[in-house]
């Protein structure tokens, strides 16, 4: 799962490297992020209950209380809490 996510990560990388960056500057939910752990984390610590929330449906204040109820759910560490912060809340 890890492994399989990060690849994922640096082939979207490698592939904006390739192709500059004009198509991915224009949707801030798609592929690529400055938090690629955090992203591992929403998708392997929040999905088991129930579908992954696009980042848009919330605002930085309103991801804060989620992620705060839902830290106890998913078993978040502070550390995790803050990486899930930076990429749900990446501009
Ligand atoms: C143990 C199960 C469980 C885990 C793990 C979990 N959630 Fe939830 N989550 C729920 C339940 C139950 C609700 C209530 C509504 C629902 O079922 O969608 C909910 C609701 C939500 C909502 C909707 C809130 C709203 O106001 O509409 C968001 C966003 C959310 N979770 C994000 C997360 C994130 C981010 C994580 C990872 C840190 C996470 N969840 C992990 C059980 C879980």
Redesign the pocket.
Known sequence: MTIRWSGLYLLCEMTVMLYGCSSSMENSSSKTTKFPLGRE??YS?????????ERE??KPA??EK??N???S????TKA??QN?LNY?NEE
Do not use: G, Q
């Open positions: 984390l929403y610590k929040c999905s088991s209950c129930h579908r992954v929330y449906m919330f309103e991801w989620i992620i109820e839902m830290a759910k998913a078993k978040l995790e809490k899930l749900l």
